[in-house]
């Protein structure tokens, strides 16, 4: 079996190219920084704390990765290792190693990562909230969800056990 499950962050935005042919595919190649588990933090040593893992996303999830992954977006990747190689114009040969993407998915709220990354759009965001009417804004938790308004009955919300 081989199977891969990463969780990382993308190290610079994804590198997009189209495939040429009767059927144009979008491939999309970006970095995960992977921490590596058990290092401690701060080791003054020098050592490497996170693992660079090369990704490879074909057709639509190269064309979600284009559309909404930035550099420093926090991801859930699941694939496959593969191997290749080839010769390089010096006549040497370069082994690959790539995880070939089949499915991807944040790993954290736009809340979240807009404060990991000091993103402007966030505090925009925020300003604009805090502008609009308390009745018709619902409190934030800062967990990414939402408490429910008053006077809404959560009796007939679908996620509600039996």
Do not use: H, W
């Not at 081989?2 to 590198?15: A, E, H, Q, Y």
């Not at 990765?65 to 593969?82: D, P, S």
């Amino acid at each position: 079996m081989n199977k891969v499950i990463l969780c990382g962050r993308l190290t610079k935005d994804p590198d997009i190219r189209y495939s040429q042919g009767d059927r144009q595919m979008a491939i999309a190649r970006y970095t995960l920084a992977v921490d590596r588990r058990g290092r401690r933090q701060g080791n003054d040593d020098g050592s490497q704390t996170a693992d660079f893992i090369q990704c490879v996303a074909f057709d639509r999830a190269a064309e979600f990765a284009e559309k909404y992954l930035r550099q420093g977006t926090k991801m859930i990747v699941t694939g496959r290792i593969q191997t290749g190689s080839y010769t390089n114009r010096e006549g040497q040969r370069v082994y690959t190693t790539d995880v070939v993407v089949e499915e991807q998915e944040f790993a954290e709220s736009k809340n979240a990562a807009s404060q990991n990354t000091g993103s402007t759009f966030s505090s925009n965001f925020q300003q604009r909230e805090s502008q609009a009417p308390a009745a018709e804004a619902a409190e934030d938790t800062g967990d990414g969800f939402m408490n429910l308004p008053e006077g809404v009955d959560d009796e007939g919300l679908p996620f509600n056990s039996i």
